[in-house]
């Protein structure tokens, strides 16, 4: 049957199947990204386990749209909101994680905080910087995340996908293409789980590897704020920060957002910032180093959702 339901009632809501999950209908996603800004999903799925994704992807109908996000570290949600239904995989059936031998089978719903125990008890290491990595492990591919000289698709081994219609499949590198924080992941693929390869590590030496990366996070990065991480790619060759901070960027604000003063590539929702703050900020970045330097900035943060 339908789990329970907040909110006014919805156009879309009648015409979705039943579920096992939970259907919350004008949703607000504000709570679900790290700068805490967004409009609402006209409906937010939380499935109860994978069949119930699945039945839910083969019965709705098609010309209803579907918007994947995961622990929103990444994340900027307009502020009219997501149309449809945005589904978030945040059941325990999406959090498992299983062993084998340096093998780590990873549930796409798990915060990748939450693997440094699995790691440090099984004595594998090589994968510290994943749990470093701000969000869940659903997000990692998409981007190809990465930090401190390392990256996804460098220790990646296969997942488990769902496409459109409900269908599981199992997908190697090859099927992603990965380059620079950037992959071919289509746009209707959902993650299920993981699998990384590490290596035989002492459980010591692993804790304080992530110890390491932990204390250089606090003392470089605004960890306390609320933010969305690394805003640009990095260049080639070059550092979005040092771009930023050249070109006189450095405490610039629009509203209630404004560039982190710990580090340039950070922007920073001081409380009052709405995301066309953060976006029009992000812009004027954008079009203040490209004057200054003929180098365009990409967003890495990945931005969705329809403007107020």
């Not at 999903?41 to 069949?51: G, N, Q, R, S, Y």
């Not at 900027?76 to 945005?86: A, E, M, N, W």
């Amino acid at each position: 049957m339908f789990g329970r339901l907040f909110g006014a009632k919805t156009a879309i809501y009648d015409s979705l199947p039943e579920v096992k999950g939970k259907y919350i209908q004008n949703a607000k996603l504000a709570k679900h990204t790290w700068f805490g800004v967004g409009g609402p999903a006209e409906v937010l799925f939380l499935p109860h386990d994978i069949d119930d994704l699945s039945t839910f992807l083969m019965r709705k109908p098609e010309s209803i749209p579907v918007t994947i996000i995961g622990g929103g570290s990444n994340l900027l949600i307009r502020d009219g909101g997501i149309p449809g239904v945005v589904i978030k995989l945040d059941a325990p059936a999406f959090r498992q994680c299983s062993v084998h031998d340096t093998e780590v089978t990873v549930g796409a719903g798990m915060k990748n905080s939450d693997l440094k125990k699995t790691l440090v008890e099984n004595g594998i290491g090589g994968l510290e910087f994943i749990c470093s990595v701000p969000g869940r492990i659903g997000g990692l591919l998409r981007t190809n995340a990465g930090c401190f000289g390392k990256s996804v698709s460098e220790v990646f081994v296969k997942a488990h996908i769902m496409n459109e219609w409900g269908r599981i499949y199992e997908t190697t590198a090859d099927d992603f293409n990965f380059a620079y924080r950037s992959s071919m992941f289509p746009e209707d693929w959902i993650i299920l789980d993981v699998t990384f390869k590490g290596v035989k590590a002492e459980p010591q030496e692993i804790k304080n590897t992530m110890d390491e990366q932990q204390r250089y996070r606090v003392e470089h990065q605004p960890i306390n704020k609320k933010t969305a991480g690394s805003t640009f790619k990095n260049p080639e060759g070059l550092q979005a920060w040092k771009l930023i901070k050249e070109a006189g960027c450095a405490g610039l604000k629009v509203g209630g957002a404004e560039v982190s003063d710990k580090h340039c590539n950070f922007l920073i929702n001081r409380g009052t910032a709405t995301a066309e703050d953060i976006e029009e900020l992000g812009e004027l970045i954008i079009e203040k180093v490209k004057e200054k330097t003929a180098i365009t900035l990409e967003w890495e943060v990945r931005r969705m959702g329809v403007k107020k």
